[in-house]
């Protein structure tokens, strides 16, 4: 928010913009949503994501790592569950 802030008070995007996006970061803080982030390989998807989330949960290499689905949700614990297409699934410690 502090973003839009510094946005709104240099004029540099219409304030009816910044308005919508204020309302919009609103409706995110407060209830579950869906993002999907899509691109080339090594465009800066995973980078995005790890800048939006505040934290880097995402790998970032020079070569691409993450060309799988991927779907980050909140939870208690930070934890790794790969879905494998047999329908198994595994826990993988979230450090590796």
Known sequence: MRVL??????NIFPSVLIEEV?????RVQSQKFRLAVVGEFSQGKSTFLNA???EELQPVR?????????VLKYGAEKRVIC???DGTQSVIPFDQ
């Open 5 to 10: 802030q510094v946005e709104g008070e240099n």
């Open 83 to 85: 879905h494998y297409k």
């Open 52 to 54: 939006l989330l505040g």
């Open 22 to 26: 204020r309302q919009l970061a609103q």
């Open 62 to 70: 020079a070569i691409p790592c993450s060309g799988t689905l991927t």
